[in-house]
């Protein structure tokens, strides 16, 4: 049972999030990734709030007590839709900026916000580097390891997948832990705590959704086809940023200078050694960090 928290509703969706610190304080959204939930920042976001700053912390579309609001809507989860509803709750909040971080889903959402919507962004941190999808056209086939490391996109975009995740998502997720953070010693109680948001009725539409969509094998939300083509670009993020990468990270491994590129000159990135997928969860003092560095 996930407990009553606050939420605001925008034109699609019914956001649950989770709120600490002053109220006039300066605002900073933390994004979850996939598989997780905002618990994911349960040790992140104390110490942003005893220094003064406004933490929200959002359940993405698909994830614990967010809702659409129309059983009809298409449960379609492409990068766009994701940075759109984070701007969408930025409004229904009355957030006219605020710092961003985040990884995976999240961290690709907070790239986007910023891309879409620059002044609205004071600072950004992501995990994970410049992690914007080119949608528009095919990707190439990667090294073996790599292809390798991303059989669960492959999974998802069969029909086998689909009944897989709907029978043994918790399986899945559990295991997706441990495969791209090797190095964490997690336990059952962390998990349990976040296991509920994976029964969410729209999770499996949403995850299937986003993985076939970024290869070209699910439909596109017509409002978003110009977003999806603009972004495609790989336009510049231009707000003051900073990079942050797990040593150990088993599925995002990338990393080049000429990633730095696509940040403003002089952003810093920072390899956190020891930590891999979940940083916020294996460091988040890492974390806390990297947004107080940026915001001053």
Not at 157 to 178: M, P, Q, S, Y
């Amino acid at each position: 049972m996930i407990p009553a928290m606050p939420s605001v509703r925008t034109s699609t969706l019914e956001i649950a999030y989770e709120a600490s610190g002053p109220e006039g304080g300066v605002p900073i959204v933390l994004l979850h990734g996939f598989p997780d939930d905002a618990h994911a920042y349960d040790r992140v976001a104390p110490p942003l709030a005893d220094a003064g700053y406004r933490v929200l912390v959002p359940y993405l579309r698909g994830y614990g007590p967010t809702r659409f609001l129309d059983a009809g809507t298409p449960r379609m989860a492409q990068q766009a839709a994701i940075g759109q509803d984070l701007l969408d709750f930025m409004d229904a909040l009355g957030l006219q900026s605020a710092a961003l971080a985040g990884y995976d889903w999240g961290g690709r959402a907070a790239c986007i916000a910023a891309i879409l919507a620059r002044a609205r962004v004071r600072a950004l941190v992501t995990i994970g580097g410049y992690n914007v999808q080119n949608t528009i056209a095919p990707s190439k086939p990667a090294s073996a390891f790599e292809e390798r490391m991303y059989w669960y996109q492959w999974y998802f975009n069969t029909e086998r997948g689909v009944a897989g995740l709907e029978k043994n998502r918790h399986d899945i997720c559990k295991f997706l832990w441990k495969d791209w953070s090797p190095t964490w010693a997690f336990d059952d109680a962390e998990y349990e705590r976040t296991a509920p948001s994976f029964d969410n009725p729209d999770f499996v539409p949403v995850v299937i959704h986003s993985y076939r969509h970024r290869h070209g094998n699910a439909p596109s939300d017509p409002r978003f086809e110009k977003i999806e083509a603009h972004l495609a670009t790989r336009p510049p993020i231009t707000v003051p940023t900073m990079v942050l990468h797990g040593g150990d990270d088993a599925v995002s491994s990338r990393r080049s200078d000429t990633e730095l590129r696509q940040f403003p000159a002089g952003t810093e990135r920072r390899v956190i050694p020891g930590v891999g997928h979940f940083m916020p969860r294996e460091a988040p003092g890492a974390l806390v960090d990297a947004l107080l560095t940026v915001l001053r």
